[in-house]
């Protein structure tokens, strides 16, 4: 199975492997890879019967699904997304928020997460777990807060996306419940942005959301971010 991920690396298909799943991704239309990689995905859906993994996510553009004939046979459609991307390069020109990183293992840290995704104690660790396997080297200074006169608000994870020219990416970011309508997602947003080119030294960002979640789009065109004209098409299949 390895090896037909490091296969698929190579004809541009993006991967992160997990302990429960592995996530594919290709952001740009590849019509003259199109069938290698539609094959390389099928014996990777074949493998799946054989191995600890249950679960396999892709995302690809909706004009190049329509290429990979075994994939979009044999994935379930789940959902669409869209993209929007800024360079890091240039001054972000907005005044950044208090905040404070966090260790992902304390149970203060659990336990706010928790009140923020609405999750129990367990499930909020094993994201927290699952967080660490995907990004083992980044993992343990993620974990940012947003605070407001000394009070936690919200939490971002900012990271580099593995094997990219240091792109950085958003692993999850939320507001606590108590604070949510008040306008301080952007703020949030800002703060993760802040760290990628500070503290993860990222070139760029780019930040992929549901198309109907028009906050968080409008949170990102206000941070000077620019959408991508085509959306992502979000496939899964499972044993």
């Known amino acids: 199975m390895d090896k037909l991920l490091q296969q698929l690396q190579r004809v541009g298909v993006h991967y992160i492997k997990s302990d429960s799943v592995i996530i594919l991704e290709i952001l740009e ?22 191995s600890k993994l249950k679960k396999v996510k892709l995302e690809c553009p909706k004009t ?18 869209v993209i929007y991307t800024r360079t890091l390069s ?15 293992s304390e149970n203060k840290s659990i336990s706010f997460l928790s009140e923020v995704m609405d999750k129990n104690f367990i499930d909020t660790e094993k994201f927290l777990i699952g967080m660490r396997t995907e990004l083992p080297s980044q993992a343990e200074k993620m974990y940012t807060v947003y605070l407001i006169n000394n009070e936690p608000v919200g939490v971002v994870f900012p ?24 306008g301080l997602g952007k703020n949030l947003h800002s ?20 198309v109907d979640n028009i906050p968080m789009r409008n949170i990102m065109v206000s941070n000077g971010c620019i959408q991508n004209k085509s959306t992502l098409i979000s496939l899964q299949y499972s044993i």
């Open 29 to 50: 239309n590849r019509h003259n890879q199109a069938d290698e990689i539609d094959m390389l995905i099928n014996k990777l859906l074949a493998q799946l019967e054989s």
């Open 64 to 81: 190049f699904l329509d290429s990979l004939n075994f994939t979009r046979t044999k994935m379930k459609i789940v959902g669409e997304r």
């Open 90 to 104: 240039t001054p972000l020109n907005v005044s950044i928020p208090d905040y404070e990183v966090w260790s992902i």
């Open 159 to 182: 990271h580099i996306e593995p094997n990219t020219d240091r792109e950085g990416r958003i692993f999850w970011i939320g507001i606590h419940p108590n604070f949510l309508g008040t």
């Open 191 to 210: 703060i993760g942005l802040y760290r990628l080119k500070n503290d993860f030294k990222a070139k760029s960002y780019l930040g992929i959301t549901q």
